[in-house]
């Protein structure tokens, strides 16, 4: 019974750095061998992987994201965090966390967050 609950400011202005949290529960972010990703989905987009961080803290990014994208997580609250710096407009999507298999695009996906919009506009 894992749930994610993604939250956070809807609307960020242009250059701004975008911050989401996730929180978890009925499960533990420690537990071997589950990731934690950030999925996003923009309008008439397909879903895109942005990254994740691993059961033991390491993180990984999607590597057209990465120079801008920061995952971080805060075991005694069971959260995990995203940070996207100089947003753009291109940037206003739908975005979901979730639990993973792996740490990659294509890896299954097995929880979802209801998912929160994000408008970046000045």
């Known amino acids: 019974q894992v749930q994610l609950q993604e939250s956070g400011p809807g609307l960020v202005k242009p250059s701004q750095t975008l911050s989401l949290t996730c929180t978890v529960s009925g499960g533990s972010l420690t537990t071997n061998y589950y990731y934690w990703s950030w999925i996003r989905q923009a309008p008439g987009k397909g879903l895109e992987w942005m990254g994740a961080?691993?059961?033991?803290?390491?993180?990984y990014y999607n590597s057209s994201l990465e120079s801008r994208t920061s995952i971080s997580r805060d075991t005694s609250k069971n959260q995990f965090t995203l940070q996207l710096n100089s947003v753009t407009p291109e940037d206003t999507a739908m975005y979901y966390c979730?639990?993973?298999?792996?740490?990659?695009?294509?890896?299954?996906?097995?929880?979802w967050g209801q998912g929160t919009q994000v408008t970046v506009s000045s």
């Open positions: 961080i691993g059961y033991s803290g390491v993180t």
């Open positions: 979730a639990r993973t298999q792996g740490p990659y695009s294509d890896s299954r996906r097995l929880d």
